[in-house]
């Protein structure tokens, strides 16, 4: 199947620094790629929606001057997380959609990336 | 609005068959997912079918649809401890590049 990595795994940082995770389908272009946050015992929430070349698209409520975006290439996006505050603490997990070498039905998920702010 | 409602624990004895149960409600999805999430890792995509599909058979998985009743199930067969983790439950309305709802997940514990 389709792999995609993110990194870092894990971080640790100092309330008002910037953090940037990178999510990168290794084995396929993706055309298409989410970001979703992922609260303690629950279920996913879909942060926005990044397409290689074109803006993000956000989701209601989520704030685009915080929750950088880049899809720059077929293969990489980044989140940047700016001015980190403990209430962004969380795990983020990014998808990928299979564009040439791809499976297109489904999306494909990274392993997430622990943000601690302290 | 859509709502996808799943169980959120499920016990059950090693060798054991185990039946994750989930309920959506926006007739016009098309698509349904399984998904597997161990302890501190992302989402592995197990299986999932089409609307117009009553059942689909992957090795140890089975995932039956009704579609009247907008219910989805996945059954283990031979259920392992390796199995141990959260399931979640998706739909979307079109391929992967559309938006999953995702229900909040069901821990199957599975004990030796």
């Known amino acids: 199947g389709a792999v995609v990595s993110q990194h870092p795994s894990r971080v640790i940082c100092k309330s008002g620094t910037s953090v940037k995770i990178e999510c990168r389908s290794l084995?396929?272009?993706?055309?298409?790629m989410f970001w979703y946050r992922q609260f303690p015992k629950q279920s996913l929430m879909l942060m926005a929606t990044?397409?290689?070349?074109?803006?993000?698209?956000?989701e209601q409520g989520v704030e685009k001057d915080k929750f950088l975006i880049n899809h720059a290439s077929l293969t990489l996006s980044t989140l940047t997380v700016t001015s980190a505050h403990p209430e962004d603490s969380s795990f983020y997990i990014c998808?990928?959609?299979?564009?040439?070498?791809?499976?297109?039905?489904?999306?494909?998920f990274g392993p997430g990336t622990r943000l601690t702010v302290l | 609005g859509e709502d996808v409602e799943q169980s959120l624990f499920l016990s059950v004895r090693e060798g054991d068959s185990s039946v994750i149960n989930c309920t959506y409600t926006d007739s016009s999805s098309t698509y349904l997912y399984w998904y597997k999430q161990e302890p501190g890792a992302g989402l592995q995509l197990l299986t999932y079918?089409?609307?117009?599909?009553d059942m689909k058979q992957d090795q140890r998985l089975t995932v039956l649809l009704n579609k009247k009743d907008k219910h989805l199930s996945l059954r283990i067969a031979d259920t392992q401890t390796g199995d141990s983790a959260i399931y979640f439950c998706?739909?979307?309305?079109?391929?992967?590049?559309?938006?999953?709802?995702f229900g909040k997940g069901t821990m199957l514990l599975v004990s030796p």
């Open positions: 998808s990928s959609v299979g564009g040439s070498g791809g499976d297109t039905d489904t999306q494909y």
């Open positions: 079918i089409f609307s117009n599909m």
């Open positions: 998706a739909e979307s309305k079109g391929k992967g590049y559309s938006t999953l709802t």
């Open positions: 084995d396929f272009q993706a055309t298409t």
């Open positions: 990044s397409n290689e070349g074109s803006k993000a698209t956000y």
